[in-house]
């Protein structure tokens, strides 16, 4: 499976990005596919999920802030991210939940400054 994420940058606080994962080589619509990020020195954390029936979870931080969504036509997930902050700088990454995960896509750079 290769994954393929893009939309990452540079904004300042406030505002709003929207990130999408390709995925190619699999069925893609029957997995329960999340968001994941990783900050410099931390662990990568799960922030977002959304199942093959568009059912969505989202880790406390990111929650009336973050939106995940999915078109399983296009193979793709995306993440529409408003009201940014400085925390939410991390490299971005999209993968099934369900373990073991495919190999990981390299991601896409997000960083909130001013």
């Known amino acids: 499976v290769l994954l393929v994420e893009s939309g990452g940058g540079l904004v300042q606080p406030g505002g709003s990005l929207r990130l999408s994962c390709a995925a190619s080589?699999?069925?893609?619509?029957?997995?329960?596919m999340g968001w994941y990020r990783q900050a410099p020195g931390k662990q990568r954390e799960l922030v977002a999920t959304i199942t093959s029936g568009d059912s969505t979870n989202y880790v406390d931080s990111v929650k009336g802030r973050f939106t995940i969504t999915r078109d399983n036509a296009k193979n793709t997930v995306y993440l529409q991210m408003n009201s940014l902050e400085p925390e939410d700088t991390a490299v971005y990454y999209c993968?099934?939940?369900?373990?073991?995960?495919?190999?990981w896509g390299q991601g896409t750079q997000v960083t909130v400054s001013s």
């Open positions: 993968n099934r939940v369900r373990k073991p995960s495919w190999d």
């Open positions: 080589g699999t069925i893609f619509s029957i997995y329960t």
